[in-house]
């Protein structure tokens, strides 16, 4: 049965956005795009490392912004429309979270190479490993 909610989690790297693209032209459904924001406590959001002092989060809540706003204009060229959604904690818990709490029913993300810890882990990403590993839906990693 095809998904009628399809999430696909953004970072801003080319295999998310070419996981964007795949989720378009596969699944004809509601589709959400979402950005997280890590805590400042973490030192990185998924855009980059965040700047010291002043408003680091405002700052990070804004790149996370146009990152998400420019797959909607990726959706658009496509002739889609998006959902777009940009949270704050860690990026594979939220997902999770996102995923139970909005009648998600299928993940479409990049998988990214991680550390040396494991395979899948080189192979995926470690955010995709978690989710790929937990979540309670299909899973589509994009490499």
């Given at each position: ?55 680091r ?6 790149r996370a ?79």
């Open positions: 049965m095809p998904p009628s909610h399809v999430l696909v989690p953004l970072d801003g790297s080319p295999l998310a956005d070419d996981a964007l693209v795949h989720a378009i032209e596969t699944f004809d459904c509601r589709t959400t795009v979402l950005n997280v924001v890590q805590p400042l406590d973490a030192g990185m959001s998924e855009g980059g490392v965040l700047e010291p002092g002043g408003d989060l405002a700052a990070a809540r804004e912004e146009t990152l998400v706003d420019r797959a909607a204009r990726r959706a658009v060229e496509l002739d889609r429309e998006v959902e777009t959604v940009v949270e704050t904690g860690d990026p594979a818990e939220t997902i999770l979270a996102y995923v139970e709490s909005h009648d998600v029913d299928h993940v479409v993300m990049g998988g990214h190479g991680g550390t040396r810890a494991g395979l899948a882990r080189r192979l995926l990403g470690t955010v995709a490993t978690a989710v790929v590993g937990e979540a309670p839906v299909s899973v589509t990693v994009v490499r």
